[in-house]
């Protein structure tokens, strides 16, 4: 047994077919089959039921499946301890980043980040939190920036800061004589959101659920932009929230729109999480030191209501 056996296997276990399992660690299809069947040989077992459409695992294939990420994980660590012992830090990385926060976060830090650390390859992907989550815990990526807390024992978690909810209202609307905003103030039937799968949505929903009573009117949208819902709200059509960092680059006539919060200010955790096995820790701990050293210049708030970006049942 083969710790590159036991790669070609979770590759064929992730795609179901092995023409394409093959492409995706870079062996012609042929070897990989006669790889796979010499473990199975080895192992006087059957790992995938090849009768089916898609190719499926067997009973006992799934079993080895959960075994063989964890062997291939501990083989991962031996490398980090190398490369932490060397005080290396580079490599390829595998970061992904919830579209909430990617467009303001990114910038902020990237570019003093791959300067400072240059041998560090960066591999950058845009996913909802519950892809960002599957492909944690099935090693696709090392780590990611996103909303918590997640409520999932195999996800570690380590704060990057607390970003506070800021209304966004117009002239014409109830709320726009206010100076400062209490969360009672909030109607979930007025509000524009972002559209289904969004972590802040659900936030918002989170937080406006004490105050609904009544059903949603007849008109409701949703989209996949902030900027749509701020000119939605200047067309007179609603009110909506916006994450601290979305507003800052904001022209001076869209700030006077803004409201925000008494204290406490309702507010989302963003955090890097990681799989628990804890793997290129030394890269993880260079990512957070760096965004931490940005973003404390930025958001200096510290009575915040953490808003949970879990759905609401």
């Known amino acids: 047994m083969t710790i590159t056996q036991l790669y070609y296997v979770l590759a064929v276990a992730e795609h179901k077919n092995f023409t394409k399992a093959a492409k995706k660690v870079f062996v012609t299809q042929p070897t990989l089959s006669m790889q796979i069947q010499k473990l199975e040989e080895e192992l006087k077992i059957t790992i995938f039921d090849r009768s089916k459409k898609p190719i ?7 079993k080895l499946i959960d075994q063989a990420r964890n062997i291939i994980s501990e083989s991962e660590r031996l490398q980090d301890i190398v490369d932490q012992q060397k005080g290396f830090i580079g490599g390829e990385f595998r970061l992904g980043m919830i579209p909430t926060v990617m467009p303001t976060l990114l910038p902020m830090f990237l570019k003093g980040f791959i300067k400072k650390y240059p041998k560090v390859k960066l591999k950058i992907e845009e996913l909802h939190t519950a892809a960002i989550i599957e492909k944690l815990l099935e090693g696709h990526l090392d780590a990611a920036i996103a909303a918590t807390p997640l409520l999932n024992d195999n996800i570690k978690k380590r704060v990057l800061y607390y970003e506070p909810f800021v209304a966004y209202t117009t002239e014409n609307h109830r709320l726009s004589t206010k ?8 109607d979930i039937n007025e509000m524009l959101l972002l559209e289904d799968g969004h972590c802040f949505r659900d936030g918002i929903i989170n937080l406006c659920k004490s105050n609904q009573t009544t059903t949603p009117d007849q008109f409701q949208l949703a989209s996949g932009s902030f900027e749509t819902l701020v000119k939605l709200s200047n067309e007179g059509l609603g009110m909506t929230l916006l994450p601290y960092l979305q507003t800052i680059e904001m022209n001076a006539a869209e700030k006077q729109h803004l409201r925000h919060f008494n204290d406490p200010v309702p507010a989302r955790e963003i955090s890097l999480i990681f799989n628990k096995n804890e793997l290129k820790g030394h890269i993880i701990e260079a990512l957070q030191t760096s965004i931490a050293g940005i973003i404390k210049g930025a958001i200096a708030f510290q009575d915040v209501n953490i808003i949970s970006p879990i759905p609401s049942k």
């Open 56 to 62: 499926a695992l067997t009973e006992v294939g799934a």
């Open 179 to 186: 100076n400062k905003l209490n969360v009672e103030d909030l």
